[in-house]
């Protein structure tokens, strides 16, 4: 089957149109480096299939990241029949810069003008467009699908080759001298691409490095400018005399006055978060869970009271009752949430404010060894950290991808929303508003930290290329807001039906049958108990020996929200319902009990810090390798129960001794710290004289 390639610069509408084309529904957003991988499916033209490929973002065909060379390497194989380049009409000029350099190649193109906006920047002449470029133009709008089937029917055409004027102007003799096998074609490309002085064209095409060195000699030392400055100059005069320009600056906002200023960005960020987080995890997100548990209550009920007439109480329907019904309602009742949380995230990507967030985190992330395109990853990280190691694979620089990668489980998941909201419920009620948002930052400062020492020590990352751009401010559509929440709840439907119930069912069945195999209904002498009793000591000095919430740990390890169905299906309750596990925890007579706040704090830092599923494991191991995975799982552990252990003997010495004491013995503790620290820098600084040539690297001046 026959390939068209789908290519443009990042944030032009490309996986709109690919969805648009082949009726799919991945993932669109309006950053850098959403797609950084390519994407087939088919697509039908006529009476004719074709496979439609959807690559990364790029600006040019000298790629300066990632996902800019997987989409070179892409198009330079040259397997496919024609390319359909999208650009955004807002952005003529530096779209249709990729598109001369397509051009140039004599590549079969198709370019697709997509209108993005209302306001448009420019109003174009498709016609006049297309004789100047001597491609088929075509003014389209992907979201609505305007033009689109127009578009299909342009790519069965033939392009008649029209030579492009401002290549004429250049000298390219003397290096098409040099590569006299070549036919006249491949001559001026190999000659536009050593005026680019493109190292990757040459190496993908079997050149060695002395080799390449001697074809750079031979073109001026501003070859690159020349040839840009000629491509600018062409663009200039091919806009003026086909597009009409509006009075209108595409991007820019009144509003960045206020969410990008210095003294604003964060504290803004941070109450806009509050305020998604008091939606999702209180009013309207606790609502919806309270409706939704008394539904499920209502057909499980039946269902049960059924199937024990039955099979009476025999273990098969303990099997279907706890295991099954009550951990699929447990987790099902948080539903809500989850999409809540996905549906507010996905509206401040869709509105343009993440573009502006990653601007406004980049210093604070270069100076620990990463880049803003980062923060793309981690954020992605609260959603999903599946999903968001898959995104470190975009960074420039080896190391920070690990280091992305590493930081992911960091960043507090949607899995762990059941945690926070049952346990820490319990024991915090109204202000466990306060304790969500604290263990949020907590995860995300402990990341910056982790990152610090990694770049500091074993992972020194270079300095980076991070290209943005910020789209204007808009409002998504409804259907756009239809398909987010169709995802999440299939996303969340299909992990409950495989995961979830396998891990309830391993669960249930070595927390009912002693080593043995005799079954005990109260789990007492059981598998379970008798693995989790012999590594509760480990735990007691996080203040949580407790022998079920060990367990309940381990069961967290393939997917976190086992850990809240675990501690229903232990403590009995018959049915789904959110207030009674929570009721159940704080009762000594349950088999899962924590017997304060202090300890429940602790617990609550521990599964925000440990370990990530397995899924995370499995794609941390593809993306940066075994050694490093291992690494990294040793890290989360350790810092896991180092932070625990703090949390819970900080807040149990403020609850024996008082606030002003034991405020005043960590205060003394950082001081004394602090000027170690001060002590270490001033010895250092001593030994490396200030006129040193190599003093910034040694000791940082």
Known sequence: MEEILLVGNPNSGKTTLYNALTR????????????????????????????????????????????????????????????????????????????????????????AINEIDKKVKYKVDEKKLSNLLGCDVLLINAEKKIKVQSLKESLLKERASKPLPYLRQINFSVVKDYFKDKSENEKEIFAIKAFERNENFFKLKGFKDEEIKKIFSLVPENSLEVLTQARYAFLDEVIEKSCQKVNFTYGKSKL??????????????????AFIFFLTFFSLGAFLSDLLSSFLNLISSPILSWLKNILGESWIYYLFSDAIFNGLSTVLSFLPQVVLLFFFLSLLEDSGYMSRIAFTFEDILGKVGLSGKSIYTLLMGFGCSTTAIMTARN???????????????????????????????????????????????????????????????????????FILEFPPYRVTSLKR????????????????????????????????????LQFVLDGSGSMLESIGRFLA?????????????????????????????????????????????????????????????????????????YTPCLASISMMKAEIGTKWTVIGILIQLAVAYVLSFIVYNTALSFEIFGFWPTFLVILAILLV???????????????????????????GK
């Open 256 to 273: 960045d006055k206020i969410l990008l200023n210095k003294y604003l960005a964060l504290p803004l960020f941070l109450l806009i978060i």
């Open 395 to 465: 960074m420039d620089d080896k190391n920070s991808k690990i280091k992305t990668a590493l930081l992911c489980p960091y960043m507090s998941c949607s899995a762990k929303i059941p945690i926070y909201t049952v346990i820490g419920g319990a024991f915090f009620g109204a202000k466990n508003i306060f304790v969500i948002m604290g263990l949020y930052l907590l995860g995300v400062v402990v990341a910056i930290l982790v990152s610090l020492i990694l770049d500091r020590t074993v992972l020194k990352s270079e300095n980076q290329t």
């Open 24 to 111: 799919s529904n991945e993932h669109i957003g309006n950053w850098h480096g959403v797609t950084v991988e390519e994407k087939k499916k088919t697509m039908k033209v006529g009476d004719k299939n074709f496979l439609l490929v959807d690559t990364p973002g790029l600006y040019s065909l000298c790629p300066l990241s990632f996902e800019e060379e997987v989409s070179f390497k892409i198009i330079e194989n040259k397997k496919y029949k024609k390319i359909i380049n999208i650009c955004d009409r807002n952005n003529l000029q530096r779209n249709l810069y990729l598109s001369l350099c397509l051009l140039e190649e004599n590549l079969d193109i198709v370019i």
């Open 673 to 699: 710290l602090v000027s170690i620290i001060l002590i270490y820098h001033l010895i250092k600084h001593k030994k490396c004289p200030h006129n040193c040539p190599n003093c910034h690297k040694k000791c």
């Open 481 to 516: 807001l239809k398909n987010i929440l169709k995802n999440n709840v299939k996303t969340f439907l299909v992990k409950v039906g495989s995961i979830m119930i396998a891990m309830n069912i391993i669960v249930f069945l070595l927390s009912s049958f002693t080593f043995k």
């Open 537 to 609: 000591p480990i735990f007691e000095p996080l203040g949580f020996n407790n022998w079920a919430i060990v367990s309940a740990l381990l069961a967290g390890l393939v997917a976190k929200e086992v850990v809240v169905s675990s501690i229903a299906m232990f403590n009995g309750i018959d049915y789904n319902a959110t207030k009674l596990i929570s009721s159940s925890i704080l009762l000594s007579t349950s088999v899962v009990y924590f017997p304060s706040s202090v300890s429940v704090l602790s617990f609550l830092v521990f599964c925000l810090l």
